[in-house]
């Protein structure tokens, strides 16, 4: 994506250039079409087509075998599928880029992460180091004053 601007952590929304009108409209019309209102609208016209033109209430305008109706539903669908296919493309672009979105701020969260291991690595080492130091000179002041393992004197020999 060419079209997007660098990734700052401080603003995780999507860099994406504004939506063309075609592209609104796309949004717009897919969000009807695919709504349970637009689903039961449609299928209570269709019931009513049929029943109009099954009944003789009002002269038919489409007889038996629904040719008109056909057509329309035809056209309906001819339109309708590449808006829709419009409109899942362009949200499909929007969730590959938050997707990698995502993966740049795991990329960067691991290598904070990978430092700070490495600063507690260090600061481990320094303190076994200098616990280490300690331990030996306390045992060169044991050694130098002739105190035992036990921190006491040892007994003189002739006692």
Not at 21 to 33: C, N, P, S, W
Not at 72 to 93: E, G, H, K
Request: aromatic letters at 6%.
């Amino acid at each position: 994506m060419s079209d997007t601007k660098p990734f700052s952590v401080l603003d995780r929304t999507p860099h994406l250039q504004p939506r063309s009108l075609g592209e609104h409209a796309a949004d717009g019309i897919a969000g009807i079409v695919g709504s349970w209102r637009f689903i039961i609208g449609q299928s209570a016209a269709l019931v009513l087509w049929l029943i109009l033109n099954s009944v003789a209430w009002v002269q038919h305008w489409d007889p038996y075998p629904f040719i008109l109706l056909n057509l329309a539903l035809s056209f309906q669908a001819a339109f309708t599928a590449p808006i829709i296919m419009m409109a899942q493309n362009r949200q499909a672009d929007i969730d590959r880029h938050k997707a990698q979105l995502d993966y740049d701020v795991n990329c960067r969260a691991e290598t904070d992460i990978t430092a700070l291991h490495q600063k507690i690595d260090l600061m481990r080492e320094q303190d076994i180091a200098r616990l280490i130091g300690l331990l030996e000179l306390l045992t060169r002041e044991r050694m130098g004053r002739g105190e035992n393992a036990d921190g006491e004197a040892p007994e003189a020999p002739g006692t």
